[in-house]
C-alpha cells in the first residue's frame, strides 16, 4: 500500500458543487500538505498543517478548507467548486524535523469542474 | 521572497545523450535544495536533496545535481540519458516551513 493516500483519484463534478479530497499517510509524519498543479505553473500551496491543531494557509487558499482529522488524515474541501479549480491536487507529508525532511507524495487527485 | 526558477519548459534529447536541466533559486539564507521527478499519471518522487556538505549531492536513477552559491543555482545532470527518463523535473526549495517550486521541466527522449 502507498504511504500517502488520495481519494479520490479522479473527479468530475459540476459548478456549484461541494467536493472533497481526502488523504491518509501511513508515514506517521507530523507535517501535511496540499498543493495544486496547473500546467506550467507547477505547484502552488493550498494548505499546511504541522499537527492537529495547527493548520496555516498557503498561497492560493481562497475557495479552499482543510480539516487535520487526525495526525494520519487531512482533508481538501471545495465548498462550492468552480471551473478554474479543475487541476491536479496533491497531498504530501514530510516529517516535523524542520529543514531535514523532504516532502512524500500521493499519487494525485485529478479534479475536473465543469 | 523566495522563488525558484527553471527557465527551461521543455527540452528534448536523443537517447544516450547527456542531460542538464536548469535550477536557480532566491533565498536570503542557506537553501534546501531538491530535484524531484514525476512520471505520466504520478506524484512526485524525490530524485536528490542538498542540505549541507558536499556541493556534489548524487540521486537515484543516475542522476546528479551540483549546488553553486555563488551562482544560486542546482543544475541536475545525467550523462547518459535513458528513453525511462522522459517526465516532469521540479526543482524545490525548503525553508523549514514551506517548499517552494519551480514550473518544471518537461523532458522528451527521442530514439
Known amino acids: 500500500d502507498a504511504d500517502v493516500t488520495q481519494t479520490p483519484r479522479n473527479r468530475i463534478t459540476k459548478t456549484g458543487k461541494r467536493i472533497m479530497l481526502e488523504c491518509s499517510q501511513t508515514k506517521g509524519h507530523d507535517r501535511m500538505y496540499w498543493y495544486r498543479q496547473d500546467p506550467g505553473l507547477g505547484l502552488r500551496l493550498i494548505y499546511y498543517?504541522?499537527?492537529?491543531?495547527?493548520?496555516n494557509k498557503g498561497e492560493i487558499s481562497d475557495g479552499y478548507s482543510v480539516s487535520r482529522q487526525a495526525q494520519a488524515k487531512f482533508s481538501l474541501s471545495l465548498e462550492s467548486a468552480i471551473p478554474n479549480q479543475t487541476a491536479l491536487y496533491f497531498c504530501?507529508?514530510?516529517?516535523?524535523?524542520?529543514?531535514?525532511?523532504?516532502?512524500?507524495f500521493g499519487e494525485g487527485s485529478r479534479l475536473t469542474v465543469l | 521572497a523566495q522563488s525558484v526558477t527553471q527557465p527551461d519548459i521543455h527540452i528534448t534529447v536523443s537517447e544516450g545523450a547527456s542531460l542538464e536541466l536548469r535550477c536557480n533559486y532566491s533565498y536570503g539564507a542557506t537553501p534546501y535544495l531538491f530535484w524531484y521527478v514525476q512520471s505520466p499519471g504520478q506524484g512526485l518522487q524525490l530524485l536528490l536533496k542538498?542540505?549541507?556538505?558536499?556541493?556534489l549531492v548524487q540521486g537515484i536513477k543516475g542522476f546528479e545535481a551540483e549546488f553553486k552559491r555563488s551562482q544560486s543555482s542546482f543544475n541536475l545532470r545525467k550523462p547518459s540519458v535513458h528513453w525511462s527518463d522522459a517526465a516532469e523535473y521540479f526543482c524545490a526549495v525548503g525553508t523549514g516551513n514551506q517548499f517552494y517550486f519551480g514550473t518544471g521541466t518537461s523532458l522528451t527522449v527521442i530514439p
Open positions: 504530501a507529508t514530510s516529517a516535523g524535523q524542520g529543514y531535514a525532511g523532504e516532502l512524500f
Open positions: 542538498y542540505f549541507s556538505g558536499d556541493t
Open positions: 498543517s504541522f499537527d492537529v491543531k495547527d493548520i
